[in-house]
């Protein structure tokens, strides 16, 4: 589903932040990325979510080659992938509602189609009353319920979430890993980048893979489920 | 009345969802783009208008000479003006082509000559030239040339106008003031692309978050130029629609001010009513000016992205 071979990646003329990256994500996996802050986490994560080509090496998202794909390939690839971003980045002047509906309208496909799926979806991820509100309105954890329902809204094959505890209290922390967990049941591939170590620990099969200075490194295998939480618990 | 607020209501909220875009507008330069594309499109209006005006006057006043033809009958000491007179006419009328000749009286002659000699009776000593008002059978062209050339054989002194010059130089100066206005409308338009052009970087720059957003989420650079160019065409629609209003009043205006001294002098000139309905074409050349200029714009900006 992805694979990073030797892949380095600048910003600009700046130095390599990314440096001899090599992995495969398999489809249906749990991952996780760990690494502390500067790592090169997010910007690993910018690379797969097609933000950002690499300088160097050879990178292939869903078996198309990253490095030869013309710009008006690049959306349908994208929207094969679900991103949580770490700063939420919701459109402030529009509802949870509208914001979860943007990866759908995008398609234009008509509103009365999807509609009543997305209502569910909040209320699923238990914002059913939080609907028509701005995100300047929404507390920390209401706002990256939003993000991570507008992320799964169109069943991406991928799930990217970047930080996604790293704005909420520990317990919502736990019912948002619940979710992913769910999603990855149901046959996402789920990266979830976090400096949060007690969140991978939680997990006996999930894949982990560390960062450090730009180098990747694979701490444990993929091919696993999260321990000591009740899939079927979610919320 | 509560059915009418009703439909009113609807009509809103329909009008509304048109112009709702997932882009929110550059709020602080909404005002000053709309009274500077109105600005443009009042003076688009105007030379519409003027442009308009002068073809539909240089028409009537050509119109109003073709057909006609001025023979004028010179004194001379050696010949009476009366046998003169009847000579010409006589040639005139025997020619073919010609509906009718007359001798125009010398009081609609001194009539003509009132705005430079005055209202005075001239002294019967002075010899005035006389005029022939000729009419042409509609849709004939005779030869005018062959014509002069016979009666200045049979009647010294005579010289036969057919109001080409007058005509041609008409025509001339319709042509440069349609000129004037056309490259007037050009330059109008091309400040006005510029102006969006401006805007649009302006508004997309606003807006780079959340143009990033879409692009993340796999929206395609045509549903994002989409966004743009419906801002656009609304704005282009309503500043073009203030504009050309407000020039359509100021051309009522002028032409109830021409109504009154201007007749004397240009007669004929004045705003039709068949001009008012040209000038819906502004805001709706505007609002397609905008739309493309924007759609090309964000385009261009966008196709510099990853």
Redesign the interface.
Known sequence: MVRFENVGMRYGMGPEVLRDVSFELKPGSLNFLTGPSGAGKSSLLRLMYLAHRPSRGHMTMFGEDVDVLSRKDMPPLRRRIGVVFQEFRLLDHLSALENVCLPLKITGAPEEQYLSDVRELLTWVGLGDRMNATPPTLSGGEKQRVAIARAVVAQPDLLLADEPTGNVDPEMGIKLLRLFMELNRIGTTIMIATHDISLVERTTEAAHYHIERGQLSIRRQAGGTLAGLDAGEIL | MTDWRTWVAAAAQRLAALQAT?I?PAGGSRWPLHLVIAVMCFLASVALGITLTVSNVAEAWSADLAGVITVQVKPRPDAEMDDQMARALAIIRASPGIASADRLPPATAAELLEPWLGSVALPDDIAVPQLIDVRLVPGASPDLEALALILSDAVPGVEVDDHFRWKSRLAAFASSLQALALAALLLIMAATVAIVVFATRAAMEANR??I??????????N?IAGEFQTQFLWVGLRAGAIGAGAAAAVLLFLTALAGGQGEFFLPGLGVTWETYPALLFVPLLAAAVSLATARMTALSVL?QR?
């Open positions: 997932i929110p978050q959340v990033e957003v879409l692009h993340l989420i796999g929206a395609r650079d549903f196709g990853l």
